[in-house]
């Protein structure tokens, strides 16, 4: 199933163009490639103009280390294949959970499209891909019984040096601790003191903590908005969400309180936010489907020939094996990979092309990224995806330009912007339009303007 995850995200779901659907790869490729280049990790921003030199937490150096190394050998083709690979880690490690938990070889398969629904929300060419892998991992390790907790320190680093994810871990750790005790407790302290050990230290969980806690500027963000199950083609979202609630109710009828529990935090998070919906798929769905089989089999005996099926098929597939599918899975990926890009229906391509050296350019934050990676982190950018670094006023300030809003004449009139790079149908243009401003390059997703 790693190998079918493979492909099929660099065929069906064209992985090529849609790992790059968010331009924030861009930034974080630089970022990479700038680390290997100086030696150094950056404190203060070095892409932006309307924040420069400001003290910045690239709190995800460790993933864009990786990235820019991917790129400096291949191009977006070697990033997009190691997300690609990175995706279907997650996949073996999903099934490998449902296994050691009991959920058996059928009901792990049949499950597997809604997983892969709700997770392609966010598969995407960014660190968080990681962070999957580490939590997944974590998981399964609990399962396993946590043997040598000491490596909990070392984990616990790793981790706070790859994604901001890295507070679940002592979580996940305390969780199983309270029902199990023991190794557990030991381990949730040396993975929480282990996250220290990063570049920033405990500035980093200040960061991180006063982000998650700033409703006001998470209330501006769309994937942190609860998530809207009746849109069209959502209905495998919806039932792996249904999924995961009835598992958390049988795994206390079944006595597993830390399943219960670790399946209803996240399952209150992706009820909360649409960033959510993807973690829970992926870290806990197992849990839940083990849940499930776990009670049919007890409280419907009739079902146990299905399942024995199910362990006999299971039988069968280890001595199997199946790891050398992965090579040919590799070489259809890197083919398909080689057209690797950020698309350009979505990102202004062409229209870039045109921006003159030196121009003080407005453009959403959607294109920050994108501009960042094409010109090297040489184009100043006026705003990108890194909303914990601009903050919630400055949000406000550019919501209001973008929308049009009453008084925008005005801030954008401050920033004495040179150029701007919209949308083509963004009301923005419009406006820009009936002040005089002229279109100099136009393309599908974006037009450069410029005052007379």
């Not at 950020?342 to 045109?354: L, R, T």
Request: with cysteine; charged share 15%.
């Amino acid at each position: 199933m790693a190998a079918l995850t493979l492909v099929w995200c660099f065929t069906l779901f064209d992985g090529a163009h849609k790992l790059f659907r968010d331009s924030d790869a861009g930034w974080h490729i630089r970022t990479g490639e700038r680390i290997l280049s100086t030696g150094q990790l950056p404190y203060v921003d070095p892409y932006s103009f309307s924040r420069a030199g400001r003290p910045w937490f690239a709190w995800e150096w460790g993933a864009d280390v990786l990235m820019g190394a991917a790129h400096r050998m291949s191009g977006l083709r070697g990033v997009a294949l190691l997300y690609g690979t990175a995706l279907a880690a997650v996949t073996w490690l999903w099934l490998t959970l449902q296994f050691q938990a009991g959920a058996g070889f059928l009901p792990a398969l049949l499950s597997i499209p809604l997983m892969f629904s709700t997770a392609n929300l966010h598969w995407l060419a960014r660190p968080h891909v990681l962070g999957w892998l580490l939590l997944l991992g974590l998981i399964l390790w609990c399962e396993r019984g946590a043997a040598r907790p000491g490596w909990a320190f070392l984990f616990g680093a790793a981790w706070a040096n790859v994604h901001a994810s890295f507070f679940l871990g002592p979580v996940v750790f305390a969780v199983y601790a309270l029902f199990r005790g023991g190794r557990y407790w030991l381990a949730a302290g040396l993975a929480a003191l282990g996250t220290v050990m990063n570049p920033y230290g405990i500035e980093e969980h200040q960061h991180v903590l006063a982000y998650l806690l700033n409703g006001e500027l998470l209330r501006r963000i769309g994937e942190f908005q609860t998530f809207n199950f009746q849109l069209e083609g959502t209905a495998q979202i919806v039932l792996c969400f249904a999924l995961c609630g009835i598992g958390a109710v049988l795994a206390l009828v079944e006595k597993r309180f830390e399943w219960a529990l670790l399946i209803g935090l996240f399952w209150l998070i992706a009820l909360r936010s649409a960033r959510g919906l993807p973690v829970m798929a992926v870290s806990v769905m197992p849990l839940a489907v083990a849940s499930i089989s776990i009670w049919i089999r007890r409280a419907y005996p009739r079902w146990e020939s299905f399942f024995r099926y199910s362990d006999n098929l299971r039988v069968i597939d280890r001595r199997l094996g199946g790891a050398w599918v992965m090579v040919p899975a590799l070489l259809i990926a890197h083919g398909v990979a080689g057209s690797a890009g950020f698309a350009e229906s979505e990102f202004p391509v062409k229209a870039a092309a045109a921006i003159p050296a030196g121009a003080r350019l407005f453009a959403p934050d959607k294109f920050g990224g994108y501009l960042i990676y094409r010109s090297a982190g040489m184009q100043p950018v006026f705003f990108d995806g890194r909303s914990d670094f601009y903050g919630v006023d400055f949000m406000k300030d550019y919501i209001r330009m973008v929308e049009v809003r009453p008084g925008w004449q005005a801030l954008f009139d401050s920033w004495k912007f040179s150029h701007a790079l919209v949308p083509k149908d963004a009301p923005l243009r419009a406006a820009l339009e009936t002040r005089g401003w002229r279109t100099l390059s136009a393309d599908e997703a974006a037009v450069l303007m410029a005052p007379r």
